[in-house]
C-alpha cells in the first residue's frame, strides 16, 4: 500500500497547516472528543467509545480506496480530512464518477485556536484543496454533506464548489461497518475553479 503523502503549507496572516495520515491509535483520543459532540451528529459517531473510534480508522488504514488524516494549524489538531476514491464508496451509486474525481469529508475541530475569526475555515479549506488536487493530482474534487447540514453546504458553496443534485445514499451493513441512509448535497470543486483569483482561493 503507498504512504499517503504528507503536506505542510504556510498561509500568510494566518499559520502553518498541515495535513499527515491519521495515527488510528496515538490520535484516536481527539478525534473522539470531537465526533462525540452534537454538533458532529453528522458523522454518525457520537456514540462510539474511543476504542470503537480506533478501531474504526485502523480499519480505514488498510484500505487503498479510504484514507484519513489529521490536519493541524501552527502544530496544534484543528481538523479531520477524509478522503476516498468515489468509484469505491456508495456515493457513486448517485452521479458519475469521472476519472481524477476524489471525495472529502472535513470535520472542523469544535474548538480551533482562533476558529472564530472571519475567514478561518476558508484558509484551511484552500490548504485542503491544495493537497487533494495538486499534491494527490486530482482533477476535481466530490462531497456530500448532509442536507441538514446547512451550515458545511454554505461554506462548500463560498468556497466555490458548485452545487449538484440531492441525492439518497444507500445503507452499507458490512461485518466491518454500517452507514446508514444518507440523503445529501452533492457539490463538486474542479482544479480549474479552485485556483483562480476569481474565487479567492488561491
Not at 499517503?4 to 503549507?9: A, I, L, V, Y
Not at 472542523?108 to 487533494?132: M, N
Not at 452499507?172 to 441512509?181: A, F, H, N, Q, T
Amino acid at each position: 500500500m503507498p504512504e499517503t503523502p504528507r503536506h505542510e503549507q504556510h498561509v500568510p496572516d494566518y499559520g502553518t497547516v498541515g495535513i499527515r495520515p491519521l495515527d488510528p491509535g496515538a490520535d484516536a483520543a481527539v478525534i473522539h472528543t470531537w465526533v462525540r459532540q452534537e454538533r458532529a451528529a453528522f458523522w454518525g459517531m457520537t456514540h462510539l467509545t474511543e476504542a470503537q473510534v480506533s478501531e474504526i480508522y485502523a480499519h480505514m488504514a488498510t484500505l487503498d480506496t479510504h484514507h484519513a488524516h489529521l490536519v493541524t494549524k501552527d502544530g496544534e489538531p484543528v481538523a479531520l480530512l477524509q478522503t476516498y476514491d468515489p468509484a469505491a464508496d456508495r456515493v457513486s451509486e448517485c452521479y458519475e464518477v469521472r476519472p481524477g474525481d476524489i471525495g472529502v469529508h472535513l470535520l472542523v475541530a469544535p474548538a480551533a485556536p482562533d476558529a472564530h475569526r472571519p475567514g478561518w475555515t476558508s484558509a484551511l479549506l484552500t490548504v485542503v484543496a491544495e493537497y487533494v488536487l495538486r499534491v494527490l493530482d486530482r482533477s476535481r474534487v466530490v462531497v456530500d454533506p448532509d442536507v441538514r447540514n446547512t451550515k458545511a453546504v454554505t461554506r462548500f458553496e463560498r468556497q466555490g464548489f458548485e452545487a449538484g443534485p440531492e441525492v439518497v445514499l444507500p445503507e452499507i451493513d458490512l461485518p466491518d461497518v454500517y452507514l446508514p441512509e444518507k440523503r445529501a448535497r452533492l457539490a463538486f470543486l474542479t482544479r480549474e475553479t479552485a485556483f483562480t483569483e476569481a474565487t479567492g482561493t488561491v
